[in-house]
């Protein structure tokens, strides 16, 4: 079965979401903590989170996906921001308790001119502190496209952060099919070769999950743009290859592609009439 889902709001609770991600075809979903650009989270529903484990084991469900917010940036050089990158995460991992055994994605971080090394120092530590908190979480950092300053845009950068703090064994990687392409990687033309290439640098074994995005931007862009299935640079072929790849076939799919959901559900039901 392919286990597949869109990105949601997380406005009305998990149980809605669960039921939604249903409705649209999917076994999960991905959804954003607290207001992408940060601020205060909801009060946590503990009913509704037992609620929605409840329906998620009748239901088949893949983990869900939890994203931490877009300017959350522990690689930055000013502290206050840094320590707003400290506090959101660890309250974010403290919060997912209640929904155990799912991932927290975040984006690795900017070194603004840092440079890359300090950068992944200044991520270390924050993950150190994090090593021991929200035990039933597995964190994971996606691939970047390597905009502007932007840390994870090579394979290596990820395995210097999983090298390099106390949290390195719980760390997995959520690859970003239009993040690796724009950052360089030939996804499209040699995708066993990126593999291989992910395989020797960070290992299989550490790949979690796949955020299935089309580009808007040709190869190497180091844009982030990202489209509908079928409608970028990437093309309908290239996701059909990658959901019934071998070595990617299992894992949870997560669409972040532009759309509303009637056309997150076309998306889903295209993708599951391609997979074998
Ligand atoms: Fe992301
Ligand atoms: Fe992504
Ligand atoms: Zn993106």
């Known amino acids: 079965m392919l286990n597949i889902g869109c990105h949601l709001s997380s406005s009305k609770g998990y149980l809605h979401m669960g039921k939604e ?7 999960t979903f991905q959804y954003f903590t607290r207001n992408p650009r940060g601020g205060q989270a909801k009060s946590l529903d503990v009913a509704d989170a037992a609620a929605f484990l409840e329906f998620a084991k009748e239901n088949a469900f893949a983990p869900i996906l939890a994203h931490a917010p877009y300017t959350l940036n522990p690689a930055s050089a000013n502290p206050r921001v840094r320590d707003f990158a400290r506090l959101v995460f660890l309250d974010d991992l403290e919060r997912l308790e209640v929904v155990p055994g799912g991932y927290y994605n975040f984006h690795p ?31 994971l950092l ?17 395995r210097a952060i999983m090298d390099g703090s106390a949290a390195g064994p719980r760390l997995g990687v959520c ?26 640098v960070i290992g299989l074994d550490r790949l979690e999950a796949i955020h299935l995005n089309d580009s808007k931007n040709p190869y190497h862009s180091r844009k982030d743009r ?8 990437l093309g309908l072929a290239f996701f059909e290859r990658v959901i019934n790849h071998p070595a990617l076939r299992e894992l949870p799919f997560y669409l972040e592609t532009p ?18």
């Open 175 to 200: 690859l970003d099919t239009c993040h690796v392409y724009d950052a360089g990687y030939d996804i499209l033309n040699d995708l066993d070769g990126v593999l291989a290439e992910f395989d020797k």
């Open 109 to 139: 971080g900017s070194h603004v001119g840092q440079g890359t090394d300090e950068g992944i120092r200044l991520i270390c530590a924050l993950l150190d502190e994090a090593a021991e908190a929200g035990p039933n979480t597995t964190i």
């Open 259 to 276: 759309n509303e959901l009637e056309g997150y559900a076309e998306e889903i039901a295209l993708l599951k009439g391609l997979y074998r």
């Open 226 to 233: 990202h489209e509908k299935i079928g409608r970028g640079h």
């Open 21 to 27: 991600a249903v409705s649209l075809g999917g076994n």
């Open 142 to 158: 996606e691939t970047m496209s390597g905009k502007g300053s932007e840390i994870g845009g090579r394979f290596e950068e990820l």
